[in-house]
């Protein structure tokens, strides 16, 4: 029987792992450190109390033992011709998928004595640095996506808790959101206007010192909480696998395919073209998810790999706080409760089916 094994438990990786299962009967085996997978477009509403760890998260050992594929909870150590090493054994595979995923990019001197949101478990701990200040200068630093949707729900929990919270925001671009339509971040802009929020844009930091931060244009910034939500890299450094890289990353062709005909990349790891990395979601991760997993399949019976196609109109929806939503699709954007609804919905029918 053939091996499948896929490095990474989260989105991409999961999907890898039902979509061959669906497909074939070849033993299949996910190995990943944590035993759940965490629906991360969700962590900044575990800082605001509006939602539990265990709402977001599929117990990994449950939902894939029940699809008869295999899991092993293991730290990875590397790969050699033809198996995987981990800190309990090694794993050998006739198709490899990588779907290790992405760490906190921290480019600045001093930053890595901040908060940062990347697990259920630094959620939690950001609630609880949050609930142990009464009075404090909260700088975010990052106004993508992830600081975005985080500094609304940080007023939320401040305004919940009668807290005296000065909350800045911090961009080294002309404005929050960068790489979405202007519409989008025109509605963000007003928001946090509109709730008191200090915008910094243009601004590059070029030092992180205890409680001070310094810019380029020599202005200094106080405060009391430092969260960092800017920028990301390989969650292990990608030349360590012995494949071809670019930009840190490894280099995979239209089909996910590595410089090895039998590896496979997918996710934050791979490089796929600079727009997938710029407007990467969960919907992306769970096409690329399926694309690699029809083709580790295809590559193991000798039939054609099918191409991964960056969708041309992505979907996005952003909570702008426990009221506010945008629907963003292409240059088309609403803005309203329905898209928190939708936000949701989604991810309800997405924990309901893969757990």
Request: proline letters at 3%; hydrophobic letters at 40%.
């Amino acid at each position: 029987m053939k091996q499948i094994v896929i490095l990474g438990g989260g989105f991409t990786g999961l999907e890898v792992a039902i979509t061959a299962r669906k497909l074939s009967n070849h033993e299949i085996t996910l190995i990943d450190h944590s035993p759940v997978m965490t629906f991360h477009g969700h962590l900044h509403e575990i800082v605001s109390e509006r939602i539990t760890p265990e709402e977001i998260e599929i117990d990994l050992n449950d939902s894939l033992n029940k699809r008869k594929i295999n899991f092993l909870q293991a730290e990875f150590q590397g790969i050699k011709k033809g198996y995987v090493q981990t800190d309990k054994k090694k794993i050998p595979y006739d198709v490899l998928i990588i779907a290790m995923g992405s760490k906190t990019c921290f480019s600045i001197k001093g930053m890595k004595n901040c908060d940062e949101l990347k697990t259920s478990k630094q959620a939690r701990m950001l609630h609880e640095h949050l609930m142990n200040l009464d009075k404090a200068r909260i700088a975010i630093v990052g106004a993508g996506l992830t600081g975005t949707e985080l500094v609304f729900e940080i007023d939320y929990l401040g305004k919940k808790y009668d807290k005296n919270f000065i909350i800045h925001l911090i961009e080294a671009s002309s404005g929050p959101m960068p790489h979405f339509p202007q519409k989008a971040v025109d509605i963000v802009k007003n928001n946090l206007e509109e709730k008191d929020i200090v915008q910094h844009y243009n601004n590059k930091i070029l030092k992180c010192n205890p409680k001070e931060l310094i810019f380029d244009n020599g202005t200094k910034l106080d405060y009391d909480l430092l969260i960092w939500t800017a920028g990301i890299e390989p969650v292990a450094n990608a030349k360590a696998y012995g494949l071809k890289t670019t930009h840190g990353f490894i280099k995979v062709n239209e089909q996910l395919r590595t410089s090895e005909n039998n590896i496979f990349a997918i996710g934050d790891i791979a490089w796929i073209g600079k727009e997938s990395h710029e407007l990467w979601n969960a919907m992306t991760a769970i096409k690329e998810g399926k694309t690699a997993g029809i083709n580790a399949v295809n590559y193991l019976e000798n039939k054609p790999l099918i191409n991964y196609e960056l969708d041309k109109e992505h979907l996005f929806l952003v909570s702008l706080g426990n009221r506010t939503g945008l629907y963003i699709k292409d240059q088309k954007v609403k803005a309203g409760k329905i898209p928190l609804l939708m936000k949701s919905n989604l991810r309800k029918k997405y924990l309901k089916e893969r757990r």
